[in-house]
């Protein structure tokens, strides 16, 4: 098996400009997967990931391989966070993230406009609204493949029965705000 060094290049470049535009300077490890997923699947990014469904929403161990890169080359600087309920990770640009960017700063440029979407419409929601907003943008996909057009209700209920711990208006909610800001494949009026 061959390493895509220019692939592995562009995604990294990627990670460290969502850092870097984030509002403090810093993403968890769950907003990185769940900003590139969206930038993948709402913003056509050629990442070539391959999100699967799991716990949290859509993952790709591969995201946080890359992530591993980045640290490895100090492109990235990642740091364990102790919270009263958890753990969770602080990214932060490291000191090769400049040197890193100029690689694949010509594939970068023309992209500055949608990681700038993405941090401005979700760097500042919490892991567990990322979780259920880049959920909703799955099962829509997902929903539209198997039956094509569906209603926002029917998202909704779908939703429900990946992501039971959120309450069905709250998801409702999301779905109805996730059609606002054009994450939405299919969903027709309901």
Not at 79 to 91: A, D, H, L, Q, R
Request: glycine share 8%; aromatic share 10%.
């Amino acid at each position: 098996m061959r390493l895509d060094t220019e692939g592995l290049w562009r995604k990294l470049g990627v990670m460290i400009r969502l850092v870097e535009k984030s509002p403090q300077g810093t993403l968890g490890r769950t907003a990185i997967v769940k900003l590139l997923y969206l930038l993948q699947e709402v913003r056509h990014l050629p990442l070539g990931y391959n999100f699967r469904l799991y716990t949290y929403g859509p993952f790709d161990s591969n995201v946080l391989n890359d992530l591993g890169f980045a640290q490895s080359f100090q492109a990235l600087s990642v740091k364990t966070v102790i919270y009263p309920s958890g753990y969770g990770y602080n990214v932060r640009p490291g000191p090769e993230a400049d040197s890193m960017k100029e690689c694949v700063a010509k594939w970068l440029g023309p992209l500055e406009g949608d990681i700038a979407w993405a941090v401005e419409t979700f760097a500042g929601r919490s892991a567990a609204e990322l979780e259920l907003v880049a959920t909703i943008v799955y099962v829509d996909r997902e929903l539209a493949r198997k039956a094509g057009r569906h209603s926002l209700d029917d998202l909704a209920q779908r939703v429900r029965e990946v992501k039971p711990r959120f309450l069905a208006p709250f998801v409702l909610e999301k779905c109805r705000e996730a059609g606002q800001l054009g994450l939405l494949s299919s969903v027709g009026q309901s």
